[in-house]
């Protein structure tokens, strides 16, 4: 039987002042995001890789719903599989407990560090520092959970990566409510199935879901006035939406509205009167 070897490193982590949780991971492997992570609100996170089981991530998210401890989770989605040594996983629980488990017949370099509130770990490495670079770096790095785990992905290919080379990666963040309108709670959900550098692609495409899903900074509030309202206007009609710089109050804010509705800027639209400028940086490219 060939087996189709998830050669990978990835970590998971969680933020409990912010209550997310989630895994950032890359591999020479197409798609690693429909194989590797797995994450639920409140509960936890799970990376399942190397010859990987799948059925460790719902299995995993399960047992520390129901009060397992992530140790005790990775010793019972283990114990009865005959196919366990071929196996990694990492695992962290909503309270910052961690494990991480690589079978004996993973291929080398194949190994994991777990702490307090993450579990890195990784296969098929070119060395043990891709996976110790990882843990130092989350140890140390400030920001929101997905930047720090970026920042682990890219410390960990500086340190040697995947032996095998580059070509997926994926970022996928939790938190309640966290995803599109508070209907569920993928806070983040990016994939990068095939590129050659899918840890520099993923980390662009968080930047643009940061900038249409992100939360409108306080001091990025701006009144559509003076010099603001005239970058307004010129970008409104380089953009086709305005025939002219002569405009009412009240086409001006139709018009804005039209746009940021067309752009998928509905989650950093503000009352009437006002504009996010990191959306009127945008408007004005």
Known sequence: MKKNIVATFSIVGVDPETGEHGIAVQSKFIAVGSVVPWAKAGVGAVATQAFANPSYGPRGLELLEKGYTPEEVVDLLTKDDPQREERQVGIVDAKGNSASYTGEQCYDWAGGIHGKNFAAQGNILVNEATVSQMAKTFEQSQGTLAERLLSCLQAAQEAGGDSRGKQSAALYIVKDKGGYGGFNDRLVDLLVDDHPEPIQEITRLYQLQQLYFGETKQENVLLIEGTT?????????????????????????????????????????????KIDKEVLDFLNK
């Not at 086409?251 to 009352?271: A, G, I, P, S, V």
């Open 229 to 273: 309202k005239q970058k307004v206007i010129s970008g409104l009609v380089n953009k086709g939406y305005l025939r002219s710089m002569d405009v009412s109050e009240e086409e001006l804010q139709k018009r804005l509205t039209e746009y940021l509705h067309t752009e998928n800027f509905e989650e950093r639209e503000l009352e009437p009167g």
